[in-house]
């Protein structure tokens, strides 16, 4: 049995019913006695999509197609993990709930070729306690923010063994995190998922796609190390309903080749303009429970206006100070609420930028 490998299977649900539907992460184990199969159609595995919101129980049986493997960073060895996409029983047809097949697609389309697109998250998440308050509340409640943010000492960050261990599983896997430190809020953390300095990444054009899912990997993974420490991990835009806290984004920087090149601000430029015309459309697909966090107050534009600017972290949409000394490079999208899918936030952007 020394060629025993477990294979755990990662896959995204319907969410949690009307009132909250952004996907969450569901997984389930198989154990393969003679190492990990290379032929992708060994890979394939059903599931009851009657328990997950995605079928019912009269024709419950689901497909997971994986497409991308990575080391287990949990168990180790020649252990994977498995992000798959959910399919129709047939096996042909993607599942409603299947966004990333349609972000799949999309980037093939030439036009997404040729402009080169890449996006980079900044995932923000908060740490709960079992009494379903923050990490670092007491009795439900917590001095004002401001000493938090990327805080040192006991008194100031909370959670940072379960941010250390995020930190090392998504390296282990090799995931393109680049960054983390601790948010406003007490138990409120945030890590960047995106392109590094100097380090050379797939095609282009497969960007969005691949960045989009390490993200759901590095999801899954701060889920399990928080279980472990018996901690939740909430997504909600907006975990602390009072005004004295910022709530959780999912800030998306985005750029292509002309925006990249010099005299690329111009192209930045025109795509703002694009995104105004297009806010509604955006915030549709950019999270649940979304007007809980874009009041206008703490770092946010309202959710019914659009506005942008320079170094402006109330704007809906900010270009760096250095993007606009140097003339070219990227813009940030500050609308994205902590639980957003990245596929369809990356399909919107790029839907909305190039077409």
């Known amino acids: 049995m020394s060629n025993l490998t477990l294979a755990e299977y990662v896959w995204l649900d319907a969410g949690r019913g009307p009132s909250d539907p952004m996907a969450r992460v569901r997984s389930k184990t198989r154990v393969y006695p003679n190492g990990f199969p290379k032929s992708n159609g060994r890979l394939e595995w059903d599931f009851d999509g009657s328990s997950t919101g995605q079928s019912d129980g009269h024709n419950a049986d689901l497909s997971l197609r994986p497409v991308k493997v990575v080391n287990d960073p949990f168990r180790g060895g020649r252990h994977k993990i498995v992000l798959c996409e959910v399919y129709d029983a047939d096996l042909v047809t993607p599942h409603k709930t299947n966004h990333r097949a349609k972000l799949a697609g999309l980037v093939k389309n030439a036009t997404v070729v040729k402009a080169e697109p890449w996006i980079g998250f900044e995932q923000e998440y908060m740490l709960m306690a079992k009494e379903g308050f923050p990490l670092g509340f007491h009795d439900g409640t917590a001095p004002a923010q401001g000493r938090y943010y990327c805080g040192v000492g006991a008194k100031e960050a909370y959670g940072r063994e379960i941010m250390e261990e995020h930190l090392q599983a998504c390296l282990a896997a090799g995931l393109w995190i680049y960054g983390t430190n601790a948010e406003v809020c007490p138990g409120q953390w945030e890590y960047q998922i995106g392109p590094r300095v100097d380090e050379k990444y797939i095609e282009a054009s497969d960007f969005a796609l691949e960045v989009s899912d390490h993200i759901w990997l590095s999801r899954y993974f701060l889920h399990r190390i928080a279980e472990k420490h018996g901690v939740d991990v909430s997504l909600h835009p907006k975990p602390v309903i009072t005004e004295s806290f910022n709530g959780s984004g999912m800030h998306t920087n985005f750029s292509t080749k002309e925006m990249r ?36 107050h703490h770092e946010t534009a309202p959710i019914d206006e659009f506005r942008f600017g320079t170094a402006d972290r109330g704007a809906s949409i900010r270009i760096p100070n250095k993007v606009k000394r140097l003339g070219c490079g990227y813009f940030e999208d500050r609308r994205p609420g902590a639980n957003a899918d990245p596929y369809q936030v990356a399909a919107k952007l790029i839907q909305t930028v190039l077409f």
């Open 261 to 296: 090149a010099p005299e690329g601000l111009s192209s930045i430029m025109d795509a703002i303009k694009k995104l105004e015309e297009k806010h509604d459309d955006h915030i549709k697909v950019y999270g649940s429970d979304l007007r809980l966090r874009l009041t206008g």
